[in-house]
């Protein structure tokens, strides 16, 4: 599962990586994908958007198990 959950985020970085961002998978446990932030995406007032309809809305929809997407430092 976790392959999957990487490969799902190697699909979104380009997408954050042009906004001077970067999302880094650190861990799935428990249904909860746990990803730091990078670059631009460290404090920009986006990142709640980007986060709930973005990384969450697709890794939701794509990996069967994930039931949240939280952020860590």
Request: negative net charge; glycine residues 10%; charged residues 25%.
């Amino acid at each position: 599962m976790e392959q999957k959950i990487i490969y799902i985020l190697e699909k979104i970085r380009p997408y954050l990586q042009n906004d001077g961002g970067d999302v880094e998978f650190v861990k799935f446990e428990n249904g909860i994908v746990y990803v730091r932030m990078h670059g631009a995406c460290v404090g920009c007032v986006q990142l709640d958007t980007t986060m709930k309809d973005g990384i969450e809305a697709l890794l939701l929809e794509e990996v069967p198990g994930v039931i949240a997407v939280e952020q860590v430092e």
